[in-house]
């Protein structure tokens, strides 16, 4: 069977994190291949969250306004309520703003984002993104074709693709496993996960319900978490009549003996007509492959990590994965770095992965840790267990639910790329709102509207706060290097305290300090040809 040579990049599976690396690459000005193993996406829905960065990331690739516009109705609040049924008290809320009033800018200026977090049902997210894909220059994808085979060489990958019963040989200069918890490229490779293999179990069900939507329409929220014989999220798909019931179970609980009809009711707190549209029991776990990828094959998304979904955290780190990958493969790809540049991909996502499983297993822990029969009782006994629930609430879910710093927290500091970074733990709710390396450059808006995002250009970008330095010589070396380089200029003071920025591709901060340094050496360092600690 004679290879057929393909693009230069196979992207295997079409999920969230396959098709933001093809959009990226192809943006970028690398052709690849998608394969996507199932004929039909899943009807299910999983994720429903779209993190702050993943829509700063989708807004660089020009896809956050169609994304922001899809999902719930613009009007629909994405706010969370805790009750102990949804016919029941309420004990707890979080009000939160709907996609109209982000549109419409309110309270825009105290963002720490231009693009914040929306709530949109991987149901929708995906055809949004598979759309976009298939119309980019340089993108082909194949739906029912799965990866069976793969053979590495020095200079490229050999795979063997099956369709319809027939096989095929194609060569690629690299695999990209995207291909999720099962994947095909990581079991390739023989790397096994490694971590807690179960927190929680659960029993999701997805239903038709417009009865569901009449009852929510007395008191919108986007989810409603329920207390009744177990915790459980009703979770708005559509704002509408489409609700998933999610309901957690210790782990070592037979889910099977479960009755999806009679969670249903327990959650609501009465029976409600409605139509069954699928079932599915899975188990809730905290597992980090032990490497993420091997020579010319790489891992992102739920190829490399799967974690407890307390927040949609899964598929937005495999977002990030994917900005990361993409830039880096780029990179090699056109030239301007060397294939050792791509080593630090696994250097930089695989900590932040390990950081987030454990952030998001005792997030889960926290939330799921229970609650006393009692909130149900009459009276001021019931009223006074609510309020003590209550309390719990307020200190574990503000972070779950607006998690800053799960998205502007992470950080590469201590890559061999990134010079002058200090390391340190990732939180769910903090971060710092100035310029440090290694860390994502700090949003603030510019008098002409734009975010300085939306400045830096598509490669690196030199951001220059003060205008006496002449940046001619870093001009220079880059053209010398072969690295491309945009200079921008913008406001200096505490969020930027440096006299220049050296911002990467994918907006994480490589450099920053004063004019007497060398260009060139940094560069070297920033593109992988030079570690950090040598530069």
Known sequence: ????????????????????LAVDLARRGVPCHVVEASERRAENPRCNTTSARSMEIFRRLGLADDIRRAGLPAEYPTSIQYRTTLLGEEIFRLDLPSA?????????????????????????LEPLLEEHARGLPGVTLERGTRLVGLTQHDDHVEVVLESAGESR?????????CDGAHSAVRRQLGIRYEGVDAIQKFVSTFVRSPELGEIAARDRAWTYWTHGRRQASLIAIDGKSLWLNHVAFPPDHDTESEDPEQLLRESVGAPVGHEVIGVVRWTGRQLVAQRYGRGRVFLAGDAAHIWIPVGG?????????AATLGWMLAAVCRGWAPPEL????????????????????????????????DIHLPGAEGESARAEFAERLAVTEPARYSPDGFSFGYHYAGSP?????????????????????????????????????????????????????????????????????????????????????????????????????????LLHTATGRVPAHQA
Not at 169 to 177: K, P, S, T
Not at 313 to 321: E, K, L, R, T, V
């Open 1 to 20: 069977m004679t290879p057929q040579t393909s693009s230069a990049v196979l992207v295997v599976g079409a999920g969230p994190t396959g098709l933001t």
């Open 100 to 124: 109209g009033d982000v549109l419409a800018g309110a309270g825009r200026e105290n963002w720490p984002t231009p693009e914040p977090q929306h709530r949109i049902s991987q149901l929708y």
């Open 169 to 177: 040989v194609a060569r690629f200069a690299y695999v990209v496993g």
């Open 313 to 321: 955290f899964g598929m937005n780190a495999g977002i990030q994965d």
């Open 342 to 373: 791509l080593a630090a991909y696994e250097l930089e996502r695989k900590p932040v992965g390990e950081q987030f499983a454990q952030a998001v297993g005792l997030a889960a822990r926290r939330s799921l840790a229970g609650f006393s029969p």
């Open 417 to 521: 790329l990134v010079i002058g970074g200090e390391d340190q733990a990732i939180t769910m709710g903090d971060y710092q709102d100035h310029a440090r390396p290694g860390f994502r450059l700090p949003h603030a808006w510019l008098d002409d509207g734009r975010s300085t995002l939306d400045v830096l250009g598509p490669d690196f970008t030199l951001v220059r706060t003060d205008t006496t330095v002449d940046p001619a010589e870093w001009v220079a070396a880059a053209r010398d290097v072969g690295v491309p380089l945009t200079v921008v200029d913008l406001p200096g003071g505490d969020r930027y305290p440096a006299a220049l920025l050296l911002v990467r591709p994918d907006q994480h901060v490589a450099w920053m300090g004063a004019a007497d340094v060398r260009p060139d050496e």
